[in-house]
């Protein structure tokens, strides 16, 4: 199946076994496979990085808040 999403600036995306996370500078949206959002998770915090396994998914951002 193909879908598109339109989303600015991806900064990382992460797959799980059902599911695909993509990061932007301050939010996480996760999808299902079918390309429907599930989850939209905002940060005050900058994103650095994320990983996924299974039906897990770490993320690592700054401790501090943004300069800018």
Known sequence: TKWDYKIDAVEGVAIGNTWAAVATKFDIRIFDFSGS???CICFD???????AFEDILAVAYSASLPLA
């Open 37 to 39: 959002e599930q989850h």
């Open 45 to 51: 915090r900058a994103f650095l990085a994320m990983a």
